[in-house]
């Protein structure tokens, strides 16, 4: 047996996402879905990430561009805008902690996550930042990420699994890798590991300096 939330990031994609909404409805089975602000702003995307919360996932904050990793951003400016213009445009849809996954370029937990702005913004504005603890590269390999995501629920008691709704061919694997983690004991969550959340409506729940490039505290 183990726990297992759901995650998928850099959507909505409007051939992609209405097959992972659809996936999970037949399950009766409810994530999180991290939306990129441009994505959102594009034709039909507001209507997905609508679908999306009036099905009962969460919409979370995963930046407006998802370009530049925000701790390797030196333009003053530059990381709030990204925070703050994709949250004014997902307001309406937001979880009312105001959820935001930042981004290290394949899945990496450090440094890149976010740089003294950025963190500052999410601090004074009240955001709950989720990281993860599982990431199956699905976007890299889209035939062969089941395996390995299954592997990774079964090495430790609570996954927070990082998907991707991108039209690279990895969701159409998705209902087979839902059913297999079932047969294997899995007890799907929409709330997320306590590790993975350093940082709760804008108070510090766990250090972040070793998330946050030189220059910040926490």
């Given at each position: 047996m ?15 996402t ?6 999970l ?9 991290f939306v ?9 995307g ?11 996932h969460?919409?979370g ?12 951003i030196?333009?003053p400016g530059?990381?709030?805008?990204e925070i703050?213009?994709?949250?004014e445009?997902?307001e309406?849809?937001a979880h ?5 996954r ?10 890149r ?8 913004t ?12 599982a ?12 395996e390995?995501?299954?592997?990774q629920c ?21 209902g ?14 929409q ?28």
């Amino acid at each position: 047996m183990f726990d297992l939330t759901l995650s998928f990031d850099n959507g909505p994609e409007p051939e992609v996402t209405p097959l992972v909404l659809d996936t999970l409805r037949a399950r009766g089975l409810l994530a999180t879905f991290f939306v990129l602000g441009r994505k959102v702003a594009e034709p039909g995307g507001m209507e997905l990430a609508r679908r999306a919360h009036a099905e009962g996932h969460h919409i979370g904050n995963h930046t407006w561009n998802h370009a530049t990793p925000l701790g390797e951003i030196t333009e003053p400016g530059a990381a709030a805008a990204e925070i703050r213009r994709t949250q004014e445009l997902i307001e309406p849809l937001a979880h009312p902690d105001r959820l935001f996954r930042p981004f290290g370029g394949g899945g990496n937990l450090d440094r890149r996550l976010l740089n003294p702005e950025a963190l500052e913004t999410l601090l004074d504005d009240g955001f709950t930042c989720v990281l993860w603890n599982a990431v199956p590269r699905d976007w890299a390999e889209p035939e062969e990420w089941c395996e390995r995501a299954l592997e990774q629920c079964a090495s430790q008691p609570w996954t927070l699994l990082v998907l991707h709704d991108l039209p690279t061919g990895a969701m159409a694997h998705l209902g087979r890798f839902l059913d297999l983690a079932a047969d294997r004991g899995a007890r799907f969550r929409q709330d997320f590991p306590p590790d993975c959340v350093p940082l709760r409506r804008g108070h510090l729940a766990h250090d972040m300096t070793g998330y946050v490039t030189a220059g910040a505290t926490g």
